[in-house]
């Protein structure tokens, strides 16, 4: 009976804080797969081994100014910043084969953009692989994200 008393009082905005430092969490240890997450265990267990974006990847510090997402991708505008060429728009695709990566990509950014926080976004300097809605003129195709 105590068991149907609890689940009665349960809240939702209760598990918030939860969820927001499982997300940072996951932050934390990297997007196991990723090239970035790769490279850091690399430079881990060799530290010789540089850990900066090989030649056909970059990264740039993000500040959200807005995030959609569409059926078939998921687009970040980020504020420019005067003398860099970066893109200002970053993009993931959301189809069925990459379901778990644009969940990981939704937390962290949901939990960045709530919280008023930057994040380092890497990215490819490949436009031909950007996913849908994601111009080459003004955008690039997110392979990690950083926060903090």
Known sequence: MK???????????????VLLAT????????????????????????????S?????????????????????SVIIECSSVSGFSDPTRYGMSADASH??????FLVVVNTAYSLGN?????????TSQNPPRCLASNCGRVIGLRAG
Not at 5 to 17: D, H, V
Not at 119 to 124: K, M, Q, T
């Open 118 to 126: 930057d994040i380092r976004i890497y990215y490819s300097t490949d």
């Open 3 to 17: 068991g149907r008393e609890l689940l009665s009082r349960w809240e939702p905005t209760g598990w918030l804080p």
């Open 99 to 104: 379901a778990l990566d644009t969940n990981r």
């Open 52 to 72: 900066a974006p090989q030649s056909a990847e970059a990264s740039t510090v993000c500040t959200i100014l807005d995030f959609t997402v569409y059926e078939d």
């Open 23 to 50: 997300g940072l969490l996951m932050l934390g240890l990297g997007l196991p797969g990723s090239k970035p997450a790769q490279r850091a265990q690399a430079a881990d267990i060799h530290p010789g081994v540089d």
